[in-house]
């Protein structure tokens, strides 16, 4: 029955109460004839009623709270400035609300600063409280007491006070602010002197604002509010020195990448090479402090910036300025924990491949493993290689010493502008300035501008084509086998084989001059053929060279009686040719003895 009356209620709500004994049936009729549209009108009124309850219910907003302002004051009620600030009000009227905030106040000492503001207006403002409110004693008839005496009554009254500015300096004393009193019972107003009074009376001299200063006393809200009227001027500390590095202090493989953007993996720039003089790395001088003033006029110094050391090590020398690090000598650049230094030395431990790269360095070289196929070695002074030189590219500035020997692929060139010394040489080309000095040679191409000596070991030349232009020395020339072996003494072959070289190199740039010319007028054409001038000019300056030098070697050699070839055994095969005449072994022979004689070379 609870049921059907809640459920009633919801349909009819209240009245069910009130209704009769046959309306209350009539409906329970109704409702059981046509269940189901009593049950859909009851979902009805339970979805409006939720509805209902829903928008009677107050949102809930999140909690916001409230912004703190770390230069901001905040007083309570009974605070001795806001009590003044309550009597102006009450004086003057309506007036802006009580806000005390540091302007322009930095770093992190608000929370301080704020204690020490709060701490030195309490100490003003208290005093003027008292003297703003006084008590009078007075006396006056009691009408309604019984006993008729006199009694004793107090009121209060306000003095009158002019205008008293207050002037608040931080600890770093870099700023001072200024906030000012109101008059109060009919005392004067703000003057600007006032202010100047005030700030003279706190020892504020330096940085004040004449325009605020000027400006104050007129603002409206000119009464209870800071304003910033000096500012110190901070100290500037100097920048420390530094050093600027030309050569890197850790070296990092790069490979080099050509214009068709292929990549060169033999090349990994390992080597810093720098000449005698070269700036290492330079000192950039430390500044000078400058310094700064508080509003008391107190000067605060700066602080000079610290001076950078050269990192001076071994091989290098501080300039005369003391500002540049310089190399001592030609070398490879290194930094180590005494600083930079110059290697004169190149050591590599290992082989010249792929760890390496190719090298390039412009002192002396000594590695202790291999130079690989298709690597290159080059160095301004002396090489040292204690394994073999197996068809790499090597050329040294000074004398070229090949503990193993030389391998060539007939492709890659050996080059030393002083001498050689290298236990074999085999299908290789190589170039000599100096003298030549090996165990033997197989079948190679050699330009010696001094003398070859194969006399050690089996000292034996067989093969290919040897020019020497002071002479050559072997035990063996030759081969039983009468294989072909060319000597060919005197002159300057080394400068000989470049001449060669220099005029293929002219005679292919007038080609390429022939085919522009034959070309419409462009910007590309002009450029191209004016660099070709250039190169012409510089190769035939280099064959007048070539040409003189030659001369000088001629003459020296005819006076020292022309060169000549000596051996213990010559076979077959030898052909040897000394100035313009040509001849050919064609027998064994046992101490051979070649060299021109009237015009005509001999066997002697």
Not at 193 to 213: R, W
Not at 579 to 603: H, Y
Request: glycine share 10%; net charge negative; charged share 35%.
């Amino acid at each position: 029955m609870e049921k059907k009356k809640s459920f009633l209620f919801r349909l009819f709500g209240a009245v069910s109460g009130e209704a009769s004994e046959e309306e209350k049936k009539a409906v329970l009729k109704e409702i059981e004839t046509a269940p189901e549209e009593g049950e859909k009108a009851a979902e009805e009124q339970e979805s409006i009623e939720q509805e209902s309850i829903e928008q009677e219910s107050p949102v809930k907003e999140e909690a916001v709270l409230p912004f703190y302002d770390r230069k901001l004051l905040e007083l309570p009620g009974d605070h001795a400035v806001s009590r003044l600030y309550d009597l102006w009000t009450d004086e003057a009227g309506g007036q802006p609300s009580l806000r005390l905030y540091l302007e322009g106040l930095s770093g992190d000492c608000e929370e301080r600063e704020l204690g020490r503001l709060e701490k030195e207006l309490t100490k003003e403002a208290e005093p003027r409280l008292k003297n703003t409110v006084v008590k009078v004693k007075k006396s006056r008839e009691e009408d309604e007491a019984k006993e008729g005496a006199a009694e004793e009554v107090y009121e209060e009254k306000r003095n009158s006070l002019d205008a008293h500015p207050f002037v608040f300096v931080p600890a770093d004393r870099m700023k001072a602010w200024i906030m000012v009193f109101p008059p109060v019972g009919g005392g004067g107003e703000l003057s600007r002197e006032m202010l100047e009074k005030a700030l003279e009376k706190n020892k504020v001299s330096y940085g004040v604002d004449e325009g605020i200063i000027g400006r104050i006393p007129e603002e409206e809200d000119r009464y209870f509010r800071l304003f910033l009227a000096a500012e110190g001027k901070e100290a500037v500390n100097g920048e420390d020195g530094y050093i600027v590095d030309y050569f890197s202090r850790v070296v990092e493989r790069r490979f080099e990448v050509d214009e068709h953007d292929r990549v060169d993996y033999t090349s990994l720039n390992i080597v810093q090479n720098a000449d005698k003089g070269d700036v290492i790395c330079e000192a950039v001088p430390a500044t000078k402090g400058t310094p700064g003033m508080t509003v008391y006029g107190q000067e605060l110094p700066g602080k000079d910036g610290k001076e950078a050391k050269l990192p001076k090590g071994r091989n290098t020398e501080i300039s005369e300025d003391g500002t540049k690090l310089l190399a001592c000598h030609a070398g490879h650049v290194e930094f180590g924990k005494e600083g930079f230094k110059i290697k004169t030395v190149l050591e590599i431990d290992s082989n010249v491949d792929y760890t390496t790269g190719n090298i390039n360095f412009l002192g002396d070289v000594h590695i202790r493993g291999d130079v690989c196929s298709g690597f290159s070695v080059q160095a301004v002074g002396d090489i040292t290689v204690d394994g073999v030189v197996e068809s790499g590219t090597v050329e040294a500035g000074g004398d070229l010493v090949v503990v193993k020997g030389i391998v060539g692929d007939r492709d890659s060139v050996i080059r030393s502008h002083h001498d050689v010394y290298a236990k074999y040489i085999a299908n290789s080309i190589v170039h000599v300035r100096g003298n030549l000095n090996t165990d033997s040679i197989l079948h190679s191409d050699v330009y010696c501008d001094g003398e070859v000596k194969a006399c050690s070991g089996k000292g034996t030349v067989i093969g290919g084509k040897l020019r020497a232009a002071r002479g050559m020395e072997a035990k063996v020339v030759g081969s039983k086998s009468g294989s072909v072996t060319a000597v060919v003494l005197g002159g300057q072959p080394c400068a000989n084989f470049e001449k060669k070289i220099l005029l293929k190199e002219i005679e292919e740039l007038d080609k390429e001059m022939k085919k522009l010319e034959k070309q419409p007028e462009s910007p590309a054409r002009t450029s191209r053929m004016n660099k070709i001038r250039l190169d012409l000019s510089i190769n035939k300056v280099k064959l007048g060279r070539f040409d003189k030098e030659l001369e000088k070697i001629k003459e020296k050699l005819e006076k020292q009686g022309g060169s000549r070839m000596k051996a213990q055994i010559a076979y077959p095969g030898l052909v040897v040719t000394i100035g313009d005449e040509t001849k050919q072994l064609d027998r064994e022979t046992s101490s051979c003895n070649a060299r021109l004689v009237k015009g005509e070379i001999q066997w002697v």
